[in-house]
């Protein structure tokens, strides 16, 4: 298919890691990206990982990405209340983003 | 860090009713998109626009909607006779060549 998936929930206890999965289709996107948003705000840039690498990291947020398999992942460290949000997958597409539905990442106490 | 900014942050139109949403891209960017996010659902591609001109559209943008660089710094999408399914958060982005986009914080179009 044509759409980048992501499942639509997570529920996560606080201080456990995060791990958000995502497959996209397109193995010539130059990057893939992932982006928060939280409750009635924009879209904010969280990470991004160009196509020829395996794995960034970045403080908390670790991205691992198989071409191979098409699959991206996002991983939080230490999951925090201010982590409660959706994140969108997203792959670049000519001269466009493609998004998923998102993930909505639920913080249990 | 520059930004880029959207105005309003809720615009309220009647049906039928012409809209426009403004933006100001990040300034050393020369490629830029809207994007809308229909309430629960996925953000969704619209237009790209470089060298003022529409690089890329898609199939939801139709001859209803328009986009225009008036000035060095703005860049607005122009909605000519709104629908209530045109209610939507409404994002802009810009970017460099071979960069990553960033977003703006929307405009909520509310449409009665």
């Known amino acids: 298919g044509e759409d980048v998936e992501q499942s639509l929930f997570l529920s996560v206890r606080e201080g456990d890691s995060s791990v958000i999965n995502c497959t996209y289709t397109d193995s010539s996107s130059t990057y893939l990206y992932w982006y928060k948003q939280e409750p009635g705000a924009g879209l904010q840039l969280l990470t991004y990982i160009f196509s020829n690498m395996d794995m960034k990291q970045d403080q908390r947020l670790t991205v691992l990405l198989n071409k191979k398999d098409k699959h991206l992942s996002l991983r939080i460290a230490d999951t925090q209340t201010g982590d409660s949000a959706i994140y969108f997958c997203?792959?670049?597409?000519?001269?466009?983003?493609?998004f998923g539905k998102g993930t909505r990442l639920h913080i249990l106490p | 860090e520059p930004e880029v900014t959207q105005t309003p942050s809720h615009q309220v139109t009647q049906m039928g009713q012409e809209v426009i949403l403004r933006c100001v891209p990040i300034s050393n960017h020369l490629y830029f998109y809207w994007y809308r996010q229909i309430l629960g659902q996925k953000v969704e591609f619209l237009v790209s626009?470089?060298?003022?001109?529409?690089?890329?559209k898609s199939e939801i943008f139709d001859d209803q909607f328009s986009v225009e660089r008036p000035d060095g710094s703005n860049f607005t999408l122009k909605i000519r006779s709104t629908k209530l399914e045109d209610s939507a958060m409404y994002f802009c982005?810009?970017?460099?060549?071979?960069?990553?986009?960033?977003f703006g914080d929307g405009t909520r179009l509310s449409i009665l």
């Open positions: 997203a792959e670049s597409r000519d001269d466009k983003i493609i």
């Open positions: 626009f470089y060298n003022n001109e529409i690089s890329e």
């Open positions: 982005a810009s970017s460099k060549l071979g960069q990553p986009q960033h």
